[in-house]
């Protein structure tokens, strides 16, 4: 089965590009193969210009005022940005010189360029906001100027105060005289000159097309340098950036475009005849461990511990890829030297690191033996990024602060490797810029050796004020970070608490019965789903490891599935009051013993809030059949509770009545109503508050016991007030 997972968008500023849109059901995502393996239509490297639908883009546009250059620069970004050997999140940018009309009617020069927070292969023109081209050439005739300044100047220069971030490679961009400028990190441009001799190799590739640009941090002065050897080179088709990326020029939006599509392809083509294809050839076997087996240890290692009173931990959710490739970079003998090299563009220092961590190869028989082995990989990575820390911030004059010491990406031979981000689209990201590392450094090896910027630059990237602001984002919902599993996630209770919990922060998988209710709900709330059966052992496995396979671990399960059986005790048959103890009790015993053994493995607490009914404590005649089972199950809530305070692992239920859902149907309201002799509308506010209790208020009150980090064992009445029904 396959489905589509999207996201909504939360804001430009946060939301990387270019993450996979399908999963399978395993949660495992398919993949494009990198370099030389072009297994997709999007992913062959081809100039995909389209007469027809260039024209097509300069008509759109021209209805809404957009001049011809800025529509066709709009719809060559957005070919190279759909092109993850081209770009992902965030690396590259387009700019082109123009003329427009400033508020006063008066023409002005304007560079329109990438502005920050935009996705190449999905931007408009409102993404390429037009800077007055003047006071940018201007600057030009300085000797520095800090970033802090470059920013400021390019913001006072925008025709519109609101428009976003010019890229910081803007400099870049106006000083090169061309007028349409195209830029990439593509992955061929890298394995080309991530070697140590990469500037030879460059110039034999390219020739006299790409003129060479040693590597300087991104900013004024590699603007300068750049404008400097573009100026030397009039006739350069581009520049080469080592160990950054390509700039390609046109006086044409396609010409640009074809030129970057046509210089990548040679290097592209020069690494297909001179790799030795030594990682192909490597025999690869998978661990006999499933990576859900592994993934909640791991999550567990990579969250900085909170203070155990005041502070919670800070989690991450994970994305794990595994492939031949993926395979094949980690059984390599000399695995423990190139991964720890650097990264294999500057930029990918912010989401991934400089480098990842190494754990141990997992076997079933000792995952207590591996668990201690990768806490003691883990903790020296973390005292090596201190020390690392420690080395470079006096250059700084001590001004930077120490960012938290989790490796951002772990490794694990015969297992794949897990990326981690503060939500699952980050996670994607961190995992699209690991696999680019890994086709990278696996293409250079084979050529010669992979060889990053020095530790010294790397540094200076991932404590780039700029760059950290970006990252740093608006402040964090009060569930970011969490993972919650909702049973009966497709029902009306399970759909409003899964929006309360997004609402909140929270990454959501959906668990229930397989089939055209999942569905749907895993597309009204864009979401993902798993099939779970909760009378079945083996079926609320298999969903828990969906779910683990997806995000890395669980912090918080709603146990809400249920349903409702009626009959008087002295003739209810025993099948049915069986049936109603599996679902409305069992099941219950069932989820939470199973995201107590996986909150155990994380080690970080979690909280398990279950779905009790107003029965468990007010017991309505011939509801006996329904009522017992949810006085067992406000049992278990409090057992829970007892059992594991000290694994920081919380236990709370709610009580909730009257809620139109599947175990109070339309029809079961109008037949009660008609029975008390009163109107639906007064039976369903018929409550202290005197309101219908709507299921999204169930939703919110799930979200504040899960947010009450000193309550356990608690029961939250969620009814409108009825005294008969409140526990005390
Ligand atoms: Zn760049």
Same mark, same amino acid.
Not at 86 to 103: A, C, E, I, Y
Not at 311 to 337: D, K, M
Not at 370 to 381: E, G, I, L, N, T
Not at 633 to 650: F, K, M
């Given at each position: 089965?396959?489905?589509?997972?999207?996201?909504?968008?939360?804001?430009?500023?946060?939301?990387?590009?270019?993450?996979?849109?399908?999963?399978?059901?395993?949660?495992?995502?398919?993949?494009?193969?990198?370099?030389?393996?072009?297994?997709?239509?999007?992913?062959?490297?081809?100039?995909?210009?389209?007469?027809?639908?260039?024209?097509?883009?300069?008509?759109?546009?021209?209805?809404?005022?957009?001049?011809?250059?800025?529509?066709?620069?709009?719809?060559?970004?957005?070919?190279?940005?759909?092109?993850?050997?081209?770009?992902?999140?965030?690396?590259?940018?387009?700019?082109?010189?123009?003329?427009?009309?400033?508020?006063?009617?008066?023409?002005?020069?304007?560079?329109?360029?990438?502005?920050?927070?935009?996705?190449?292969?999905?931007?408009?023109?409102?993404?390429?906001?037009?800077?007055?081209?003047?006071?940018?050439?201007?600057?030009?005739?300085?000797?520095?100027?800090?970033?802090?300044?470059?920013?400021?100047?390019?913001?006072?220069?925008?025709?519109?105060?609101?428009?976003?971030?010019?890229?910081?490679?803007?400099?870049?961009?106006?000083?090169?005289?061309?007028?349409?400028?195209?830029?990439?990190?593509?992955?061929?441009?890298?394995?080309?000159?991530?070697?140590?001799?990469?500037?030879?190799?460059?110039?034999?590739?390219?020739?006299?097309?790409?003129?060479?640009?040693?590597?300087?941090?991104?900013?004024?002065?590699?603007?300068?340098?750049?404008?400097?050897?573009?100026?030397?080179?009039?006739?350069?088709?581009?520049?080469?950036?080592?160990?950054?990326?390509?700039?390609?020029?046109?006086?044409?939006?396609?010409?640009?475009?074809?030129?970057?599509?046509?210089?990548?392809?040679?290097?592209?083509?020069?690494?297909?005849?001179?790799? /030795?294809?030594?990682? %192909?050839?490597?025999?690869?076997? !998978? *661990? @006999?461990? #499933?990576?859900?087996? &592994? =993934?909640?240890?791991?999550?567990?290692?990579?969250?900085?511990?909170?203070?155990?009173?005041?502070?919670?931990?800070?989690?991450?959710?994970?994305?794990?890829?595994?492939?031949?490739?993926?395979?094949?970079?980690?059984?390599?003998?000399?695995?423990?030297?190139?991964?720890?090299?650097?990264?294999?563009?500057?930029?990918?220092?912010?989401?991934?690191?400089?480098?990842?961590?190494?754990?141990?190869?997992?076997?079933?028989?000792?995952?207590?033996?591996?668990?201690?082995?990768?806490?003691?990989?883990?903790?020296?990575?973390?005292?090596?990024?201190?020390?690392?820390?420690?080395?470079?911030?006096?250059?700084?004059?001590?001004?930077?602060?120490?960012?938290?010491?989790?490796?951002?990406?772990?490794?694990?031979?015969?297992?794949?490797?897990?990326? /981690?981000?503060?939500? %699952?689209?980050?996670?994607?990201? !961190? *995992? @699209?810029? #690991?696999?680019?590392? &890994? =086709?990278?450094?696996?293409?250079?090896?084979?050529?010669?050796?992979?060889?990053?910027?020095?530790?010294?630059?790397?540094?200076?990237?991932?404590?780039?004020?700029?760059?950290?602001?970006?990252?740093?984002?608006?402040?964090?919902?009060?569930?970011?970070?969490?993972?919650?599993?909702?049973?009966?996630?497709?029902?009306?209770?399970?759909?409003?608490?899964?929006?309360?919990?997004?609402?909140?922060?929270?990454?959501?998988?959906?668990?229930?019965?397989?089939?055209?209710?999942?569905?749907?709900?895993?597309?009204?709330?864009?979401?993902?789903?798993?099939?779970?059966?909760?009378?079945?052992?083996?079926?609320?496995?298999?969903?828990?490891?969906?779910?683990?396979?997806?995000?890395?671990?669980?912090?918080?399960?709603?146990?809400?599935?249920?349903?409702?059986?009626?009959? %008087?005790?002295?003739?209810?048959?025993?099948?049915?009051?069986?049936?109603?103890?599996?679902?409305?009790?069992?099941?219950?015993?069932?989820?939470?013993?199973?995201?107590?053994?996986?909150?155990?493995?994380?080690?970080?607490?979690?909280?398990?809030?279950?779905?009790?009914?107003?029965?468990?404590?007010?017991?309505?005649?011939?509801?006996?059949?329904?009522?017992?089972?949810?006085?067992?199950?406000?049992?278990?809530?409090?057992?829970?509770?007892?059992?594991?305070?000290?694994?920081?692992?919380?236990?709370?239920?709610?009580?909730?009545?009257?809620?139109?859902?599947?175990?109070?149907?339309?029809?079961?309201?109008?037949?009660?109503?008609?029975?008390?002799?009163?109107?639906?509308?007064?039976?369903?506010?018929?409550?202290?508050?005197?309101?219908?209790?709507?299921?999204?208020?169930?939703?919110?009150?799930?979200?504040?016991?899960?947010?009450?980090?000193?309550?356990?064992?608690?029961?939250?009445?969620?009814?409108?007030?009825?005294?008969?029904?409140?526990?005390?």
């Amino acid at each position: 089965m396959r489905f589509e997972y999207r996201r909504r968008r939360r804001g430009r500023e946060s939301r990387p590009s270019g993450c996979p849109e399908r999963v399978d059901a395993s949660g495992a995502r398919a993949y494009p193969l990198r370099l030389g393996a072009a297994h997709t239509e999007r992913d062959v490297m081809k100039s995909r210009w389209d007469d027809k639908h260039a024209t097509e883009t300069i008509e759109r546009y021209g209805e809404r005022g957009i001049a011809e250059d800025l529509a066709l620069r709009v719809y060559t970004t957005r070919l190279l940005g759909s092109n993850p050997r081209l770009v992902l999140h965030g690396g590259g940018n387009t700019s082109v010189k123009s003329r427009t009309r400033d508020v006063t009617g008066e023409e002005v020069d304007v560079l329109y360029v990438k502005g920050s927070g935009w996705d190449m292969g999905t931007i408009e023109p409102a993404g390429l906001p037009a800077v007055q081209l003047g006071p940018l050439l201007g600057l030009a005739a300085l000797e520095s100027l800090s970033d802090e300044e470059m920013v400021n100047v390019q913001r006072r220069n925008l025709l519109d105060a609101t428009a976003p971030n010019p890229s910081v490679e803007t400099l870049l961009h106006a000083w090169v005289p061309h007028r349409f400028i195209d830029h990439t990190h593509a992955d061929a441009a890298l394995v080309l000159t991530d070697q140590p001799d990469g500037e030879a190799l460059c110039r034999d590739v390219f020739g006299d097309r790409l003129a060479i640009v040693p590597y300087i941090m991104p900013g004024f002065a590699l603007a300068k340098k750049a404008k400097e050897v573009a100026e030397a080179h009039p006739e350069a088709e581009g520049l080469v950036l080592l160990k950054h990326g390509v700039f390609t020029f046109g006086d044409t939006a396609r010409e640009a475009y074809e030129r970057m599509i046509e210089l990548v392809t040679l290097a592209e083509e020069r690494i297909e005849s001179d790799r /030795s294809r030594a990682f %192909a050839s490597i025999d690869t076997t !998978a *661990a @006999d461990t #499933a990576p859900h087996e &592994i =993934a909640p240890i791991i999550r567990g290692l990579l969250a900085n511990p909170g203070d155990g009173a005041f502070e919670e931990p800070q989690r991450f959710v994970l994305e794990h890829r595994t492939s031949p490739e993926i395979l094949a970079y980690l059984t390599h003998p000399e695995l423990a030297r190139y991964s720890q090299v650097g990264t294999v563009t500057p930029d990918h220092a912010i989401r991934t690191k400089p480098w990842p961590v190494v754990l141990p190869t997992p076997t079933r028989d000792d995952l207590g033996g591996w668990s201690a082995a990768s806490r003691s990989a883990v903790d020296s990575y973390r005292r090596a990024y201190e020390a690392y820390f420690a080395r470079h911030n006096p250059r700084h004059d001590g001004a930077k602060r120490m960012l938290d010491t989790s490796p951002r990406v772990a490794l694990v031979p015969g297992v794949g490797l897990f990326a /981690s981000g503060r939500d %699952a689209t980050g996670a994607c990201a !961190a *995992a @699209d810029l #690991a696999e680019t590392t &890994i =086709a990278v450094v696996s293409a250079a090896e084979e050529m010669s050796r992979f060889e990053s910027i020095s530790e010294a630059d790397l540094f200076d990237i991932e404590y780039w004020s700029l760059e950290q602001a970006k990252l740093a984002g608006a402040r964090e919902r009060p569930l970011a970070r969490h993972v919650v599993a909702i049973t009966g996630g497709a029902g009306a209770i399970g759909r409003a608490t899964a929006l309360a919990f997004r609402e909140a922060g929270a990454e959501i998988a959906l668990l229930d019965l397989g089939g055209g209710d999942l569905d749907r709900a895993e597309h009204e709330l864009e979401s993902v789903g798993f099939a779970c059966d909760v009378t079945s052992d083996e079926s609320v496995r298999e969903g828990f490891a969906g779910d683990v396979s997806r995000f890395g671990g669980l912090d918080i399960v709603v146990s809400n599935a249920g349903a409702a059986w009626q009959g %008087a005790m002295a003739d209810v048959a025993d099948e049915t009051l069986r049936a109603s103890f599996e679902l409305n009790f069992f099941a219950h015993q069932r989820v939470a013993r199973e995201a107590v053994r996986i909150m155990r493995l994380q080690g970080t607490g979690g909280s398990l809030l279950f779905n009790v009914s107003k029965q468990s404590v007010s017991p309505g005649r011939d509801f006996g059949p329904y009522g017992l089972p949810k006085t067992a199950a406000l049992g278990l809530v409090r057992q829970y509770a007892i059992e594991h305070g000290r694994d920081d692992i919380r236990s709370n239920g709610i009580n909730a009545d009257r809620i139109r859902s599947g175990v109070l149907t339309e029809e079961m309201v109008t037949a009660r109503s008609a029975a008390r002799g009163v109107s639906e509308d007064d039976y369903m506010s018929g409550n202290l508050l005197g309101r219908e209790v709507l299921a999204s208020d169930v939703g919110q009150a799930f979200v504040a016991l899960a947010l009450a980090r000193a309550t356990t064992g608690a029961i939250l009445t969620v009814d409108g007030g009825n005294i008969a029904a409140a526990l005390r």
